[in-house]
T-cell receptor, first 115, second 112 residues
Framework: DSGVTQTPKHLITATGQRVTLRCSPRSGDLSVYWYQQSLDQGLQFLIQ???????AKGNILERFSAQQFPDLHSELNLSSLELGDSALYFCASSGAGGQGYYGYTFGSGTRLTVV | GEDVEQSLFLSVREGDSSVINCTYT??????LYWYKQEPGAGLQLLTYIFSNMDMKQDQRLTVLLNKKDKHLSLRIADTQTGDSAIYFCAETSMNRDDKIIFGKGTRLHILP
């Protein structure tokens, strides 16, 4: 157990639908990062939050949004889902001060299948 | 821009050494990492090295850094079936707000 909790582990939904993925960071970590992993694109950085504020944005589609709550858990919202959104979605966290210099701690991911 | 490149596949016989190579483009890279992803699991930090180091050894793992050539390698001695996984090279720098850039991963296949 890495200390980063992601729910649900698996999600199957239809095209056009909206889903919410949830992440609880490791205790004491203030930064949360979201990544998408697909077979052809590798690991794609989506977005980072630090202590409730958006800090960095990567290749995140406009149909996707995220937030970090006062208790530091984060949610990634995916809407108007397309078949190509099927992927593993990872959350990672890093220590106080947002210092990812010592690496991130990853959750075990949510596997999203859009049918 | 920042980029990390690594080969996608590597096959090694059980008991041999595995060497996974990686190149990166950002000359200001400060921290370099190797992550391991087993099937169905998240990425696990294996080891990291600061850019002022040339080598780091941790049991069966040896990391070599050639800063001039921007080349990082991970050597796994006495490769076992449990080492079968995807290995990600990654790097960050102090001026990048903690954003770590990952390579696409090298799938290590162990031959009996």
């Amino acid at each position: 157990d890495s200390g980063v909790t992601q729910t649900p582990k698996h999600l199957i939904t239809a095209t056009g639908q909206r889903v919410t993925l949830r992440c609880s960071p490791r205790s004491g970590d203030l930064s949360v990062y979201w990544y998408q992993q697909s077979l052809d694109q590798g690991l794609q950085f989506l977005i980072q939050y630090y202590n409730g504020e958006e800090r960095a944005k990567g290749n995140i589609l406009e149909r996707f949004s995220a937030q970090q709550f006062p208790d530091l858990h984060s949610e990634l919202n995916l809407s108007s889902l397309e078949l190509g959104d099927s992927a593993l979605y990872f959350c990672a966290s890093s220590g106080a001060g947002g210092q990812g210099y010592y690496g991130y701690t990853f959750g075990s991911g949510t596997r999203l299948t859009v049918v | 821009g920042e980029d990390v490149e690594q080969s996608l596949f590597l096959s090694v016989r059980e008991g041999d050494s595995s060497v996974i190579n990686c190149t990166y483009t950002d000359s200001s890279s400060t921290y370099l990492y190797w992550y391991k992803q087993e099937p169905g699991a998240g990425l696990q930090l294996l080891t990291y090295i600061f850019s002022n180091m040339d080598m780091k050894q941790d049991q069966r793992l040896t990391v070599l850094l050639n800063k001039k050539d921007k080349h990082l390698s991970l050597r796994i001695a006495d490769t076992q079936t449990g080492d079968s996984a995807i290995y990600f090279c990654a790097e960050t720098s102090m001026n990048r707000d903690d954003k770590i850039i990952f390579g696409k991963g090298t799938r290590l296949h162990i031959l009996p």
